[in-house]
């Protein structure tokens, strides 16, 4: 059974940073595009950063790029999402996802595996 768990996020102030973490049982994550998304409340759910499978080459939606970066530990069967410089815009539900479809659009129907997620909360 395939499983994915997001952890690392909490509450910081407009400004700080949050590591996000996303393990796996059951699949490689070495060997797909993996995702991160966040939903906000109210909001539908929207592609944050993906990574691509052997090249691990990133893709950051505008609003994140330049203080967002996306990364694999494939010792560890993870992939982190460090967030710096965060805004208030950013709290929301993070999740990942695993897909073997590589689109800028990031359609979460083209992602598996969707976890719990984990809670950013930016204060202003």
């Known amino acids: 059974q395939v499983q994915l768990v997001e952890s690392g996020g909490g509450l910081v102030q407009s400004g700080g940073s949050l590591r996000l973490s996303c393990t796996a049982s059951g699949l490689k994550l070495e060997r797909y595009v993996v995702g991160w998304f966040r939903q906000a409340p109210g909001k539908e759910r929207e592609g944050v950063s993906y990574?691509?499978?052997?090249?691990?080459?990133?893709y950051y939606k505008d609003s994140v790029k330049g203080r967002f970066a996306i990364s694999r530990d494939n010792a560890k069967n993870a992939v982190y999402l460090q967030m710096n410089s965060l805004k208030p815009e950013d709290t929301g539900l993070y999740y990942c996802?695993?897909?073997?479809?590589?689109?800028?659009?990031?359609?979460?129907?083209?992602?598996?595996?969707w976890g719990q997620g984990t809670q950013v909360t930016v204060s202003p």
């Open positions: 996802a695993w897909s073997l479809i590589l689109s800028d659009r990031m359609d979460p129907s083209d992602f598996s595996s």
């Open positions: 990574i691509t499978p052997r090249d691990d080459l990133p």
